[in-house]
Structures are given as structure tokens and as C-alpha cells.
């Protein structure tokens, strides 16, 4: 059974995204990380009033030149607007420059902290849970509600500050210089607050869509440029133009859809402040209603619409930043506060050293989800250094097996234990020490061979790294590689085969140097050459320690010192090769077969 | 492709040629900026004259000129308003039209490109230019109405301006240069900074997609915290970058709005001295306020699109160098049909190399009956996959000739070629599709019967059926995850649900157990009756299903014959089949 297989099985019955969690109890976590940054986000906020209630000085600066001096030809009093005017912009060239800076150091703070504990919260959680959880979903924690996020922290709260104190700060100085002119220019407020409102719903809707569109095309492409050879191969090419025609055509669509609501919002808008200004003149002007203000106030209500209408519209973007950046918190404090399954004992048990490599398995059963047993009742014991191949077939329980004597998981009844000691009183140091395991796949991080052996043990110097190669006979055929140990891999586009890569994950268990070793042989056939390779290279590192290898291979079982054929989650034989090959049973007709068909004499 | 050589006159020229195809929405555009600036110039003027005229007069106000004043106002609002609207909405129409007619242009060129095109272009780099370049296009193709506008604006305020007081005017451009030079160099280093956060924020999603698929090594290894200390270097680096911006907008945000602060105290203070001496009305004084921020507001709009512009005309070298790239097979201006004939192969002194002076077949010649099976055995790089890659003509051989039913591959239909030549490659690329579709992907006619008895025959039915959704179950990158076994058997029963003429089975069951395997064996002997097959496999059993064995050693066939009697007369063959047994 194959790694991936049982985590998409597992994902299929259990689709979670981990607790919801209420808006309450993300208040709360937030604030905890805000906490030690106070002195800084108090700074940000004071900073950020500061430049809003210059800002809103400088219209009534203005308005005194105007009436005290240009109307009533008074020359100290355009100077002694100059001069407010000259602070003015001294103090909002100030504060902006140290409100700028304080809040993204704050966001950035803030924003760091939780990555670096979602990473960690990642490293501790249990195998369990990432067998159930998507793990596209748990990167986009890290990338779209980090950004999300990195939205409210960087502008969304710099906006919603400045935009509330402008917005009331503006109407209140407008009552101030003339309360029946406000009344009357605020006519404009409600149809203008309606209308953003109609605007932002029908809008985002249009939004949503573009980004649907948009990964619709981004889809279609990258899948496209990668299996580019099987369209061709099938001669695919013109039906699939002809498909990419209507997704980019629809893209296309979506994207003026939200110019077509935005042409009807816009000009409705700016026609608005038209007649704002219009409503400014006229009232304030005309002594209708007997209102009559000064020249200079008229020309700081001008102003002042400014104030009024940029808030109103910044506030309803930022309304939509806001949502997402707290859903987006409430999805990420969620994935916080599970618990792994797994866990480490409160004070573990030492463990005796050297380390005898003793693995027992005392009546052992286990599912992943607990009314699924895949292993039932299960009692092995392996003495210290022995050799064991586990055979059976697929979804028989193999791998299973192996995963708890890793200790991926815990089993449901009964306990593994190590030289007589149960894994879960173990520290995970002493544990990880002992046992080690060789997937499947052979996974290789990105970075170069040389540190992917290392990874094995990162202490290790360059000669043992190439010591412990050579004893297992792999070191011409890594020097062989393009740039020999210096040769680049990635966890995905690596070039490697599936044998160089199995190569690889041998030898960097092999200079981890573990009493217990475990190891799932790779399934895909190879060319004869990198087998060989690859088949002494286990058989050296499995010698001198217990090793329990999954084969999928009967030439790997010929040889062992002891065979478990495993089938529908029990042990159902037990021996030597010699034994099972006469007892009659499953391991003497899966022994048949290959003998018939696959086996190369020898 | 690295150390790619950008041509950025062919770049302009792309642009140019996008542009001038969509003239018509772009003029209109440009004609509603036209319409936005004259309404938005006008409104200051109108807000003056009111004033002097009808409001700050000696008898007090007269409220009928007021009336049309107001009157006056609406209208001009209301034209703003419809130009700036109509501006929008053809420049957005523009922009997408270019964007989605490059993508469809780049998407066309991509697929006719050949296979020696996908074996040195990365798919992250075609990528990367269909979606970051092509969206670099269309924003500065968006704000070519808008910057004209912008242009219009600075020019005409300044003459109106210069028609209220002609020195007022030009002390209010003192500040132009400065406010030039800073937006300039601001965004040009704001990009480069910007670009370097967004490409933190990859890598760190590279180090957690990373630490996520290899966590069962991480925690069996026990490197949980080497892979935290990994991270928080990412992290650090991403908040550095990041700070690094905010020190760009600390430095440079302010300027933009000191710098015309500085214009209108000139304008406060001297135009206010005029104003006293009677040079200036007061509602000239108001007008000039505004028209001021006209003036240099634009700067910043053109300074922003100048650097838009220059990383836009990279993107469209970028863009065309991909778009100049000609295919290197191509179908012959008189290629015929395929001839009748049930799939006779011939391989006649063929002579092929991936890279020049690096032959990878050298006088390869093989003759296949038509309806019979071989088997191509060799040693890594013997070249035997390289033949299944030519029969299909995936790439064109140098020397020599290849014919199928006795007409050379390259005087063929390529579509109707590859049509009748069915492959099975090891490595099996599943589409973001369902399972069904993933089937059919090979005959788009097929009914559903045909999908589920080819699934069935491949063996793949039994494990589809226990997936909850069966054969509409996604997979593919974004969809359910299959093991590799699963996947070969889904490209089993695509290549089986097309009756192609030529079946090519390139290492087609190798990530298949050897139990299944086996099963999956009557399936393709079924599958080659009466078809002209070709298997490359390293399983011993696998290469008995065919006909004929061929020994395949460095581009050349040096053996042939049945697998039993190669077996017994070539030594050369035991060896390649690893009968030589290593471990004695």
C-alpha cells in the first residue's frame, strides 16, 4: 500500500478543516500577539489621528485666508495662514512618514509570529491528521489567509482609522462653520452611501467571478504546458485550443462585467459631487433658507466634500478586507488549537542504551478510523537484529504495520514496544533515534544529494557521508550523476529515477545509523542495473541491526532470515523461506508465480 | 532558457500590433479622457467665477447668474462624470482584449510547438509568463487612457493657470521636476522590492508544501526543528523585504505629498499678497487652489506608468520570445493521408540525436510485420525509448527514413499520424478531469459502455468502482490522489479505448505490483491482437507477450529473436536482463 493511497482514503471520509471557531475567540489570540507590540500599535494609532486632524485643519487654514485676508485686505492674516499652512504640511509630512513605517513593522511582527507558529504547530501535529486534511488546504493557511491577513494589517487598519477620523471629524467642522449649510450638503450623504453599498455587493459578486475565471485559465494552462506531450500524443491540440478559447473568452467576459457595474457607479458618483458643490454654492451663497456664509467658508466646504466622499468609499473597500482577513484568522487560530494524536509523554521513560532493537507488538489492533480495523489483533515479536521481511498483498496491512512502529500513529488496542519499553512512554528523541524508516517513494527535499543524505545526520562530516556511500556501494553510481553529490534535486521536478532517489533514501538512513531500520521497498520496476545497486544496498544497510523491510519483491524475501505474510490485517504465516515455500500455502503460490513468470535465474 | 537574450523592439512591437488591432475601443477611450479632462479643468474655473461673479460682489449676491452658475455646475459634473466612466470602461475593454488575445496567441504557439521545445522550457516558466507578463501588458495598456488624460490635464491647467496670473503659474511648476525625478526613482526601486516579497512569499510556500509531503521523514528523522529553522529563515526574509518597502514609502510616500504642499504655500502666500494688491480675485484665488493640484497631481500618474512601461516591455520581450519559437516538425505542405495497411513498421537506417553530435541512434534499422508484437530491450540509454518517441515523429530524425504501412512518417498528416499511433508512456499525466474524461481523453466519441469495458480490461474498474464517486471522480493535480499503479491502469484504458493502428507501450506497467501485473498482461494480449505493437519493459514477463525481441545496445539493434532463443544464444542479453547474477 502506497503512502498517498491511505491518505486519500482517510481524506475521503473525514473532508475536515479543522474547528470552527467563533469571532470571540479570535479577539482574544489576536490581542496576544498584539500585546507585546503595544507600545508600537499605540504609536500607529495616535500617529495615524495626528493625520487626520491635520488634514482637516488645512481647509479651514484656507478659509481664514480667504475671509480674514483677501476679503477683508488683511496682510497678517495671509501670513499667519502661511504659516499654519507651512506647520500643517510639516506635521502630516512627520506623521505619515511615522505612521507609514510603524504600522507595517507592527503588521509585519505580527505576521511572522504566525507563521512561524503555524510552521511549528505543523512540525508537532500527528501523521493522523495529515492523512485526513488536504494538505493544499494547509499550505493556503500559510499563503491566501496570511495574505489575507497581511491586507487588514498592512492598509485595511491604516484605512479604517484615517477614514473614521476624517469622515467625523469633517462633518463635525462642518456643523461647526455652518449648520444649515451641513444639513443641506448632506443631502448627498444617503443616495451616496447607497449607492457604494448596491455598488460593493454586486461588484464583489463580479470580483468572485474574475477569480474564478482566472484560475479557470491558470488551470487549463499549467496543465496544458505539462501534458503537452500527451495532447499531442493524441493529437489533442486542436480541441483543446478550442477549449482554452472559451475559458479565456470567459475570463475576458467576467472582467468587463465588473467594468460594465463599475461604468454605472462612477459616473453616478462624480455627478454627485457636482452637485454637491453645486448645493455648497447655491445655499451657502444665495441666503435661501437664510442661510449666508463667507466666501472663505464656502470654498472650505469644497474642501471639506473631499473628506467626505474618499472615507465613504475607502470604508466600504476596506469592509470586505476586513471579512476575509477575519475569516481568514478564524480559519488559521482553528488549525492552532488542535492537538496532536500523538503525543509526546509528559516524562518519558529513559530508554537503556545501547539500544538493543527489540520490536514487539502485543496484541495490537488498529484502524484508521477506529470501526475499520486494518490490523487486528497482531502479535509479533522481533528479536535484536533480525532480519525481517514482511510479504502479503496489497492493502494486506504492510505498511500499516511499520507505521506504528514509528509511531505515526497509536495503536487502538495493545502497544508496540521497544527493547520492552511502550513507544508512548518514550521521548520522541529517543524513539526517533532508534527507529528509522525508508518510504516508499524515496522523497527527496530540494537541495542537493549531498544534503539530502545529510539530512540523515546533519553532524556527519563530508568523509563519513562518503564512507557510509561507499560501504553500500552506491558512491559511482551518485558520482556518476551529472554534478555527482553536488547534483540539484526538488521534492517535484527532480529528474531522478525512482532507483537513484530509493539510493539516495537509503544512504541517508544508513548514515543515520538507527538500531531499527524500516524500510518500503519501491514497487516501480527499474532497469536491471539500478536494481542490482539498489537490492545490495539493502541488504548492507539492513546487516548488523533489526530491519523490517516491505517487499515487493519475492527475490528480497528469498533471503531473509524470516518472512511475516501479512493478509487482511493478520499475521498468517511465519517462518524461513525455506518453510513457507513448502508449507502450501499464500507465500507458496505467490513464490509459484514469480518463479513462472518474473524470476531471473541465478 | 536562462540567460535569455530580450529583445525589447520586438517587445515594443508586440504592443504596438495588439494595440493597433484594437484602435477603435482605444480611440474611444482616449476621446472620453479627452471629454473627463475638459469637464474636470472646467469645474475650478466655474467655481471662481461664481464666486466673483455672482457671490463676492459689492451689492451683494445675485442669485438668478447663481442659479445658472449651480445650473452649470450639474452639467459639468455630470460630463466629468460620463467621461471618466466611458474612459474606464474602453480602457479596461482594451487591456482585457490584449491580455486575453495574447493568451490565446502564447497558448496557440505553445501547442504547436514540438517535444524539443518541452524537453528544455520548464512548465513554471511558461507560466510565469502567461499570467505575471501578460498581466504587465495589460496593466500599462490600461493606463495608457488614463496618462493621457493625465498629460491633457497638466497642460491645460497650466494654460488656464497662465491665463489667471502667468507668474503664479510658473512658480507652481517649480516643484514639477523634483516631484518628476522622485516618482521615478521611487517606483523603480519600489518594483524591484515588491518583487522580491512576492518571491519570499513562494519560497516559503515551497519550504511548507515541502515539509508537508515529506512529513513522514521529517518526524522520522526527528529534523522538526531543522525544518523550523529553515522556515524562520524564509520568514526573516520575507519581513525584511517587506520593511525594506516600507522604508521605500517611508522616504518617498511623504515627498508626494509635501512637495505640492510646497507649491500651494507659494501659492497661498503670494497669491494671497496679489490677491491684497488686487491682482487676484478671490475667486480666482479658490480656482487656483484646485487647478494647482491638477497640475501636479498627473506627475505622479506619468512617473508610475514610465516604470510600468519599462517592465511592461520586458514582459513582451519576454512573451515574444516564446511566440517566435517555430515548431521543429511540421507537416509537409503536400503530407497525405494515412495509406491503408494494418500497421506495418520500418525503421531504415535511422539516424536521431536529442543533442547535436550526441547520436542516440546510429543506424537503427527494424522491420515490423504489420499486426505483430516486439519488444525493445536494452540497457539505460540504449535509445529504445527514443523509438517510440519517433514513430509518432515527436521529433525528426536526422539520416535514414521511418514508414508506416510503406510511407515515410514525415510525408504524413501529423493529426491523423498520431491518430493511429496509440502510447502508453511510464510516467502517466492525468487530467484535472474526471476519471471518465481522463479515459475517453483518447476518443472523445466514445460511449460510456466503451469507457467502462476499457477500464475493466485494463483492470482499472476495480478500483474506481470503490471510489465514492467513481468515474466521476477529479483527479489529476487538484483532485484525488492516485497511486502510480492506479494511474498506468488508467492510461491503459485510454490507449485501449482507440483502435489505433500502432500500439507503443513505453514501460507501461512498471509502477503495477507484479500480481497485477500479471492480470493486466491478458488485458494488453487482448489488446495486441491484430495490432502492430511495440513494448519496452524490463520485466521478463512482460517482454514474453511479444512476437519478436529485439536487443537494443547504444543506438543500434545488435540482436533478434524470440525471447527464448536469445536467451540461450546471447550473452549480451542475460547480462542486460541482470541474469549474470550480481550478487555472486
Known amino acids: 500500500m502506497m503512502w498517498r493511497g491511505t491518505g486519500g482514503m482517510a481524506e475521503q471520509r473525514q473532508n475536515g478543516t479543522g474547528p470552527e471557531i467563533e469571532t470571540t475567540h479570535v479577539i482574544r489570540p489576536l490581542l496576544g500577539l498584539l500585546r507585546p507590540l503595544w507600545l508600537m500599535s499605540g504609536v500607529a494609532i495616535v500617529s495615524i489621528s495626528i493625520f487626520a486632524l491635520a488634514n482637516l485643519g488645512r481647509p479651514i487654514v484656507i478659509q481664514r485666508a480667504i475671509d480674514d485676508g483677501i476679503i477683508e485686505g488683511n496682510a497678517d492674516a495671509i501670513v499667519m495662514a502661511s504659516i499654519w499652512f507651512f506647520i500643517l504640511g510639516i506635521i502630516i509630512y512627520i506623521v505619515q512618514a511615522i505612521s507609514t513605517y510603524v504600522v507595517t513593522w507592527v503588521g509585519q511582527q505580527v505576521l511572522r509570529t504566525l507563521r512561524m507558529r503555524l510552521f511549528s504547530h505543523y512540525q508537532r501535529l500527528s501523521m493522523s491528521f495529515f492523512d485526513k486534511e488536504n494538505s493544499g488546504r494547509l499550505v493556503a493557511r500559510m499563503t491566501a489567509d496570511m495574505n489575507a491577513l497581511s491586507d487588514v494589517l498592512n492598509s485595511g487598519f491604516l484605512m479604517i482609522v484615517q477614514a473614521l477620523f476624517l469622515l467625523i471629524g469633517a462633518i463635525i467642522l462642518l456643523f461647526l462653520l455652518s449648520w444649515q449649510l451641513t444639513l443641506i450638503s448632506l443631502i448627498i450623504l444617503p443616495p451616496l452611501v447607497i449607492a457604494t453599498m448596491i455598488f460593493r455587493v454586486y461588484s464583489e459578486r463580479a470580483y468572485d467571478a474574475v477569480r474564478d475565471r482566472i484560475a479557470d485559465v491558470m488551470i487549463h494552462m499549467q496543465e496544458n504546458f505539462a501534458g503537452m506531450r500527451v495532447v499531442q500524443a493524441f493529437a489533442r491540440e486542436h480541441h483543446n485550443e478550442q477549449q482554452f478559447d472559451r475559458i479565456n473568452e470567459r475570463n475576458y467576459e467576467a472582467n468587463l462585467r465588473t467594468v460594465r457595474i463599475s461604468s454605472m457607479y462612477i459616473p453616478f458618483i462624480e455627478w454627485l459631487g457636482g452637485a454637491g458643490i453645486a448645493i455648497i454654492l447655491y445655499f451657502g451663497a444665495g441666503a435661501v433658507f437664510g442661510i449666508d456664509v463667507s466666501v472663505g467658508t464656502i470654498a472650505a466646504f469644497v474642501f471639506y466634500l473631499n473628506f467626505i466622499f474618499q472615507p465613504i468609499q475607502q470604508l466600504s473597500q476596506v469592509y470586505d478586507m476586513i471579512q476575509s482577513g477575519f475569516s481568514a484568522l478564524k480559519k488559521i487560530f482553528g488549525l492552532l488549537e488542535i492537538e496532536p494524536d500523538v503525543k509526546e509523554a509528559q516524562s518519558p521513560a529513559p530508554l537503556s542504551l545501547p539500544v538493543q532493537g527489540r520490536i514487539d507488538l502485543d496484541e495490537v489492533t488498529f484502524g484508521y478510523a477506529p470501526e475499520l480495523p486494518v490490523l487486528e489483533d497482531v502479535n509479533v515479536k522481533i528479536a535484536s537484529g533480525q532480519r525481517l521481511v514482511l510479504v502479503g498483498p496489497t492493502g494486506a496491512g504492510k505498511s500499516t504495520l511499520a507505521k506504528l512502529m514509528m509511531r505515526f500513529y497509536d495503536p487502538g488496542v495493545g502497544s508496540v514496544l521497544l527493547d520492552g519499553q511502550d513507544l508512548r512512554k518514550l521521548s520522541f528523541k529517543d524513539l526517533r533515534r532508534s527507529v528509522i524508516m525508508v518510504p516508499q517513494e524515496g522523497f527527496l527535499f530540494s537541495g542537493t544529494i549531498r544534503e539530502n543524505i545529510m539530512f540523515g545526520r546533519p553532524d556527519a562530516t563530508e568523509e563519513e557521508m562518503i564512507q557510509a556511500c561507499r560501504s553500500l556501494g552506491v558512491n559511482p553510481f551518485i558520482e556518476a550523476l551529472p554534478e555527482g553529490y553536488d547534483t540539484a534535486v526538488s521534492y517535484r521536478g527532480s529528474r531522478l529515477s525512482a532507483g537513484e532517489k530509493q539510493v539516495v533514501s537509503i544512504s541517508r538512513a544508513f548514515l543515520a545509523n538507527p538500531p531499527v531500520l524500516i524500510l518500503d521497498e519501491a514497487t516501480s520496476s527499474m532497469d536491471p542495473g539500478t536494481e542490482a545497486i539498489v537490492e545490495s544496498a539493502i541488504r548492507t544497510a539492513t546487516e548488523g541491526r533489526t530491519s523490517i523491510v516491505i517487499a515487493h519483491r519475492l527475490s528480497t524475501a528469498e533471503h531473509a532470515e524470516r518472512i511475516l505474510v501479512v493478509n487482511d490485517g493478520r499475521i498468517v504465516e511465519d517462518g524461513s523461506h525455506a518453510e513457507l515455500v513448502n508449507a502450501g500455502n499464500y507465500y507458496t503460490s505467490l513464490y509459484d508465480r514469480w518463479i513462472q513468470h518474473d524470476r531471473k535465474p541465478g | ?584
Not at chain 2, 177 to 184: A, H, K, N, Y
Not at chain 2, 343 to 371: C, M, N, T, W
Not at chain 2, 516 to 539: C, K, P
Open chain 2, 1 to 584: 532558457m536562462d540567460e535569455e537574450q530580450l529583445d525589447l523592439k520586438a517587445g515594443a512591437r508586440l504592443l504596438v500590433t495588439e494595440l493597433r488591432r484594437q484602435w477603435v475601443s482605444l480611440s474611444l477611450a482616449l476621446f472620453a479622457a479627452l471629454l473627463w479632462t475638459i469637464a474636470r479643468l472646467a469645474i475650478p474655473v466655474v467655481i471662481g467665477a461664481t464666486i466673483d461673479n455672482a457671490i463676492d460682489l459689492p451689492g451683494g449676491v445675485d442669485l438668478d447668474l447663481l442659479l445658472w452658475f449651480a445650473v452649470a455646475m450639474l452639467g459639468l459634473a455630470a460630463l466629468q462624470g460620463g467621461g471618466a466612466s466611458m474612459r474606464r470602461y474602453f480602457a479596461m475593454r482594451t487591456s482585457h482584449r490584449v491580455e486575453a488575445d495574447i493568451r490565446m496567441q502564447f497558448y496557440g504557439s505553445i501547442s504547436r510547438l514540438s517535444f524539443d521545445f518541452y524537453d528544455k522550457t520548464a512548465t513554471g516558466q511558461l507560466m510565469s509568463r502567461a499570467s505575471t507578463d501578460v498581466h504587465e501588458v495589460q496593466m500599462l495598456t490600461v493606463m495608457i487612457p488614463i496618462n493621457f488624460a493625465f498629460l491633457l490635464m497638466a497642460v491645460g491647467s497650466f494654460i488656464v493657470l497662465a491665463f489667471i496670473h502667468l507668474w503664479l503659474a510658473l512658480l507652481g511648476l517649480l516643484v514639477y521636476p523634483m516631484v518628476t525625478i522622485i516618482t521615478v526613482r521611487f517606483f523603480n526601486k519600489l518594483f524591484p522590492a515588491t518583487a522580491r516579497v512576492q518571491q519570499g512569499l513562494g519560497e516559503l510556500t515551497s519550504v511548507v508544501e515541502e515539509n508537508i509531503a515529506g512529513g513522514r521523514l521529517v518526524r522520522s528523522f526527528g529534523r522538526e526543528d531543522h525544518e523550523i529553522a529553515k522556515a524562520r529563515k524564509v520568514a526573516d526574509q520575507i519581513y525584511d523585504d517587506n520593511m525594506e518597502v516600507a522604508r521605500l514609502r517611508t522616504i518617498y510616500g511623504p515627498l508626494f505629498f509635501l512637495l505640492p504642499t510646497i507649491g500651494q504655500l507659494t501659492i497661498l502666500a503670494y497669491g494671497g499678497w496679489l490677491a491684497l494688491e488686487g491682482e487676484l480675485s478671490a475667486g480666482e484665488f479658490v480656482a487656483f487652489f484646485q487647478l494647482l493640484n491638477m497640475l501636479i497631481w498627473p506627475v505622479q500618474g506619468l512617473g508610475e506608468m514610465i516604470a510600468s512601461g519599462q517592465r511592461a516591455l520586458t514582459s513582451a520581450a519576454r512573451i515574444w520570445n516564446i511566440l517566435k519559437e517555430q515548431p521543429t516538425v511540421r507537416q509537409r505542405p503536400h503530407a497525405t493521408s494515412m495509406p491503408d495497411g494494418t500497421g506495418e513498421i520500418e525503421f531504415d537506417h535511422v539516424r536521431f540525436s536529442y543533442l547535436p553530435g550526441q547520436p542516440v541512434l546510429r543506424d537503427f534499422s527494424l522491420k515490423v510485420p504489420a499486426g505483430t508484437s516486439v519488444a525493445l530491450v536494452g540497457p539505460t540509454a540504449s535509445g529504445k525509448s527514443t523509438v517510440a518517441q519517433l514513430l509518432p515523429r515527436f521529433y525528426d530524425i536526422e539520416e535514414g527514413s521511418i514508414k508506416i504501412d510503406g510511407v515515410d512518417v514525415r510525408d504524413l498528416k501529423l493529426q491523423e499520424l498520431r491518430s493511429n499511433v496509440g502510447l502508453v508512456f511510464e510516467d502517466t499525466f492525468l487530467f484535472s478531469d474526471t476519471i471518465r474524461n481522463n479515459i475517453a481523453y483518447s476518443n472523445l466519441d466514445a460511449t460510456e459502455e466503451e469507457v467502462m469495458k476499457a477500464a475493466q480490461l485494463a483492470h482499472a474498474a476495480e478500483f474506481i468502482e470503490r471510489i465514492p464517486e467513481g468515474y466521476d471522480t477529479v483527479v489529476g493535480e487538484q483532485g484525488y490522489s492516485l497511486s502510480g499503479g492506479q494511474r498506468q491502469r488508467i492510461a491503459i484504458a485510454r490507449a485501449m479505448l482507440k483502435q489505433t493502428r500502432v500500439l507503443i507501450l513505453d514501460d507501461a506497467t512498471s509502477s503495477v505490483d507484479a500480481r497485477m501485473e500479471e492480470e493486466i498482461r491478458n488485458a494488453l494480449r487482448i489488446v495486441m491482437e491484430g495490432r502492430t505493437t511495440v513494448i519496452i519493459s524490463h520485466r521478463v514477463s512482460t517482454i514474453a507477450l511479444a512476437d519478436q525481441v529485439v536487443l537494443v545496445d547504444q543506438g543500434r539493434v545488435v540482436d533478434m529473436g524470440s525471447h527464448v532463443d536469445l536467451l540461450s544464444s546471447s550473452s549480451r542479453y542475460q547480462e542486460v536482463l541482470g541474469q549474470v547474477d550480481v550478487r555472486a
